[in-house]
């Protein structure tokens, strides 16, 4: 609330005012988004997690990404998962190229607040991210596989 508050200048009437006209000016658009909005989103390592095509269950009810390196050939990637999950395929960059974009993601995701964030992963290089995470009210769990993960959604 104080982020946005700060988008308002002026005595506290003034402020009032230039919110409630920013409400009616945005209310449709702001409705929109948040329709659009997943606040729960799963984030998967193709690179170390088998099973990927069990997602495919619950990728329709959640946001559901996938990351690969360039260099990664195997399920989700070839064969392509269904549409309802998206591939991120990490065309350049280095050796754990699809880890930082994991990472991006997070922050980007962070930025509507309010988020859960499941990353299936068998690296330990993430750990950091649930701490970044409750600076922006969301929170960020970690799984060692897909089957992990769906015991918590059964």
Not at 59 to 86: H, R
Request: proline share 2%.
């Amino acid at each position: 609330m104080q982020k946005f508050l700060k988008n308002f200048d002026g005595s506290r009437d003034e402020k009032f005012a230039k919110i409630v006209r920013y409400f009616d000016a945005n209310l449709d658009e702001l409705l929109q988004e948040e329709s659009t909005l997943h606040n729960v989103s799963i984030l998967m390592d193709l690179g170390n997690v088998p099973n990927v095509k069990k997602l495919e269950k619950i990728s329709s009810q959640y946001n559901v990404e996938a990351f690969a390196d360039e260099m990664y050939n195997g399920p989700g990637v070839n064969p392509k998962l269904c549409e309802t999950v998206k591939i991120h395929r990490i065309s350049k960059g280095c050796k754990n190229a699809a880890d930082t974009h994991i990472v991006w993601r997070v922050f980007q995701l962070c930025q509507n607040e309010d988020q859960t964030i499941h990353i299936i992963t068998r690296d330990k290089g993430f750990m950091q991210l649930s701490e970044i995470a409750k600076m922006y009210n969301s929170v960020v769990y970690f799984h060692v596989s897909v089957e992990e993960l769906l015991s918590i959604f059964n």
